[in-house]
């Protein structure tokens, strides 16, 4: 049997798709060798990596209010401080090091500094999973040896490359944002500017999944309309997509591990 290894994209709320994909593959009997992800897909992906259950990650999800992530910051950087978000992660996973988990994961920061992707695989995995959620303006960035991280989907939204770098024989990348529509009606000014990042990231990732064509073996995207990663609301709609999205590519998964 091939070595499979999954990239969970970001997405916010969007990535609770993650989760019911999961759950499905593993109704299926089929288990990830490794994982790989950036911002929600980091979460999804720490959690089972560190052996929490697809069911107990879906409560977890659905109990969440907006006000259980969000504190106001005191400093520079953002509009939030990360501490919130840092302690509803620690129930679940606790202060757990890469080397401990049940399975290979890495995710995916991105250096203000120096304008790079970093790859964490080492150290604190809480550390890493916080700044690579740190959404830019919304969360103050993450300071550490000399670098400023932010979310990793600013860079690297579907870490493919390196689940493809990590062994995997074949990558399965779940991409739960797809090429997202600018709304109908006119958005107000913090809409325009989280519109305009979605249109570079949309560019972006669609110019390097073509690029890396052959890394990638299936490339999914769970139909999740015009639902907000940033709704607080359709959790459950989510969960279900996901869910659907890997029963509908059993199969073709199976076959690609043949």
Known sequence: MKKLGLALGAGGSRGVAHIGFLKALEEEGIKPALITGSSMGSVVGAGYAAGVSVEKMFEAVRNLKLFDLISPSTKKGGLFDTKKMRNVLAKYIGD???????????????????????????????????????????????????MRLIDGGILDRVPYAEAKRMGADVVVAVDVLGQRQCSEKMPGAIGIVLSTVDIMDNYRTKMLRERDKEMIDLWLEPDLGNMSQYSFKQFDFAHQRGYELGKANVEEIKKILE
């Open 96 to 146: 757990i090091q890469f080397s401990d988990l049940h399975l290979p994961f890495h995710c995916m920061a991105v250096d203000m500094i120096s304008q790079k992707t970093v790859e964490f695989s080492e150290g604190s995995v809480l550390d890493a999973v916080v700044a690579s959620s740190s959404i830019p303006s919304i969360f103050r960035p993450t300071e550490k040896e000399g």
